[in-house]
Structure formats: structure tokens, C-alpha cells
């Protein structure tokens, strides 16, 4: 982003704005859907192992390399190293993949919103809802344009300073939303308390490698991993400040809100469904599906559902404004073009690439590449092999070419490296083999070599 350098106003401000970015549809729609599938407890437990140790490199890694160089990713990966540019590249890539399907989902967002405004509120309680509207075929593609459309035009006319400022007062707003929904489920619903016992509880049974790969495309996905973001972010961060110590509160913002998340959904699900394995293994439309019910029964229920939709709403638009605001940005240097032009591109292509997720539920609802439709394939490609090749080239890159010490120094700036001797081992040693293991596991299990 060589047309535009800011920093951010101080400490809070860089905290506050890359956990705007972080916290996103990964958190609340996500999260609980993975959780609930790959065994609640078990799942939590490996997914905060990985936060506390691999997440915490990575991200200290690509911001460090951010504030060093000066530059988002294409930019400071070849400064630092010609023959390192390729990594940049293929950072670059996954907001691409990520975008156009986030947005189907951010459709899919304020198709409920919208829902609950107009009273449609217990019809959507109703199981068959949620599947009968994905598989309609003009529908879901027009809520996918609106909020593709609203993200392009704050782009477009560069006024994510303005959605930043009301998405700060949302985040805690939505906090306190998902802490209410959560003591309701909990205390007044039969059965809920199982499903607390399930997602707290790790079952160790329950533990497969699938368990970890699902775990760490996660954690990639819900911390703005692996994707150069948190490298451009680190660029506009002031030199005085402890990368260290934003690291660990970014983390705890995002997944903390992950975690209640996991709670306000799992337990809900065991009281409707008794916790059975087809209800917890539904995927995507986990939170779709359960919230609607838990509002139907809620006093008060449709005006907590709307309001819940709409912070749900804000959330995903910040992160989709952050993903597009990096291709643009991309786009620009690489072609040399003025915004405008950037965002006609950026958003063409998303429409296309969206559009497919949006016919894979419904009109091509038979094609399968890979024996999965088109969202699940995109997600796939960005979260289990392009992300994993990618944190495990920078780990390699930071740990063998550029040396540890190197970004030790930038993290020693504003104070002591508490972490060091853990960031030093997580990047030279255990972050590049559990990478590389992760990322043969997705493709030995989806091209069924081998079933995990
Ligand atoms: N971390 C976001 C989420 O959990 O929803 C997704 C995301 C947003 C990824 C912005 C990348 C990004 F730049």
C-alpha cells in the first residue's frame, strides 16, 4: 500500500482495529459450527492450544515483519528477500478466495435481519427454512449483492473510518447480546446444560487429526492469519508500541468471542435436538437454524433476534471491508490503477467467484469438485491448503532466511520479549512441521488416500 501510510493513533487504536478486522462471521458463525461437529470440549481445548502458541507466533511474526519493512505483504517479503516475493503473492490470494463466499454468507446475514424486521421471525424457527432458502436460486444471490454492493461502495468512497467508529460501539453491544442468549439458553432450556457438559468437557475419544486441521484453518481464519492482513496492519503500527502485548489482547478479544459464541449455540442445540450427531454436524447453517428457535421461545425473542442480526451484520461488514480494502490495495500497486477502477475489478470478480457459492446450494446444487460444492471447496482451498503452505513458507522464511533475531529486535522495541524462547522454538521448529502435517492430512483426506 505505497499510496497510503497512516498509523494508528496509539495502542488501543491498533488493538481496537485489527480485532475489528479479526472478529468477524469466523467468530459467530464459524467457530460454533466446527466446534459443535468435530467433538464440542475437544475441539475447544486443541483450538486453544494452538491460539496460545502457533496463533501467538504467527501473528507476532507477520506483524513484526509489517512494522519492520514498512509494507503490506507482497512489499516486505521481497525487500526483505527477491526469491521471498512468491509468499507475498500467495497471501494475496486468499482474501480473494475468502471475500466473494464471506459475503454470500453476509447475505445470508441480513436475509435473517431482515427476517426478524418484518415479524418473519417464527417462520424461521422452522427447520426446513434455512434449507429451503439456500436452495432458492434468485434470492440468496440478491441479499449476496446487497451486502457485496454496501462493502464496495464504503471502499469505494473510503469511508471505513466512519463504519469503524459504530462498529466499536457494536462490538460491545454484541457481547452483552451474546451473554444474554447464552444465560437464557442455559438456565431456562432442558437439556442446554448438556450441551455445555459437551463443548466444555474435552472428550478425548473424540479426537481425530481432522480434530487439529479443522482446529488450525480456524484459527488461520478467525485471527486474519496466514493472509498478509496482519502484516499491512503491523505497517501502520507506531514503533514505540509492545507487539507482544496487542498479540496477546488481540487474541483474547477474538477468541473469547469465539468462545461465547460456542456457547451460546452448542447448548442451544442439544436442547432442541437432544444433541444429536446430524443436528451437530450440520455445518454452515448450524447458527441459522438454532438461533431463530432459541428467539421464537425468548420473551421478547424478535426484537433480540433483529438486534443480534444487526451487531452480526456490523461485524461481518468491517471484516469484509478490511478483506476488500486489501485487494484493492494490491490491485492499485500491482496495476497501477486509481481506486475506482480498483473496486469495479475487485468487485466483478467477487460477484463472479460469489455467485458460484451462492448456485452451488441450489441451481448446480449437483456439481461437486473434489466432492464439494462450491463454497465449501473455496473455503477448503483457502483454509486447508493455501493458508497452511503459506504459514508454513513464512515460519520457514522468518526462522531459517531472515533469522528470529532479526524480528526479535523490532518485538524488543517498547519493552521486553516475554515470549521469546516460545516464538523462536513455534517458528523454526514446531510451527513448520505441524504445517506441513496439517496440510497433507487435508489432502490425503480429501482426495480419500487415506480417511482420517
Ligand atoms: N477474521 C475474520 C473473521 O473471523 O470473520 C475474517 C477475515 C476478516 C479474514 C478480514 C481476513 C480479513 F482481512
Known sequence: MSHKRSSFSGKVGFVLAAAGSAVGLGNIWRFPYLAAKYGGGIFLLVYLILAVTFGFALMTAEIALGRKTQLSAIGAFGSLNKRFSFLGYLASIVPMIILPYYSVIGGWVMKYLAGFVTGEGAAMAN???FGAYISKTA??????????????????????KGIEKVSKIMMP????????????????????????AYYLKPDFSKFSIMTVVAAMGQLFYSMSLAMGIMITFGSYMKKDIRIEKSVRQIELFDTGIA???????????????GGDETALGQGPGLMFVTLPKVFATM???????????????????????????????????????????????????????????????SA?????????????????????????????ATCIFVGYILKPKALIAELERGGPFKARTLFTVMIKYVAPIFTLLILLSSILDVFGVVKI
Open 127 to 129: 427447520d426446513a427454512y
Open 139 to 160: 434470492e440468496p444471490i440478491i441479499w449476496f449483492l446487497l451486502f457485496m454492493g454496501i462493502t464496495a461502495v464504503i471502499v469505494l468512497f473510503d469511508v471505513e
Open 173 to 196: 453491544i454484541l457481547v452483552v447480546l451474546i451473554l444474554v442468549i447464552c444465560v437464557y439458553t442455559i438456565f431456562s432450556m432442558d437439556g442446554a446444560l448438556d450441551g455445555v
Open 259 to 273: 468462545f461465547l459464541a460456542g456457547l451460546m449455540i452448542i447448548p442451544a442445540v442439544f436442547a432442541f435436538s
Open 299 to 361: 420473551p421478547g425473542g424478535s426484537v433480540i433476534g433483529a438486534a443480534f442480526f444487526i451487531m452480526v451484520l456490523f461485524a461481518a461488514l468491517t471484516s469484509a471491508i478490511s478483506l476488500m480494502e486489501t485487494i484493492v490495495s494490491i490491485f492499485r500497486d500491482k496495476l497501477g490503477i486509481g481506486r475506482k477502477p480498483a473496486c469495479i475489478l475487485v468487485f466483478g470478480i467477487c460477484v463472479a467467484l460469489g455467485l458460484l457459492s451462492c448456485l452451488g446450494y
Open 364 to 392: 448446480w446444487s449437483t456439481v461437486k469438485i473434489i466432492g464439494m460444492q462450491f463454497l465449501d471447496l473455496f473455503d477448503f482451498l483457502s483454509n486447508s491448503i493455501i493458508m497452511p503452505i503459506t504459514a508454513f
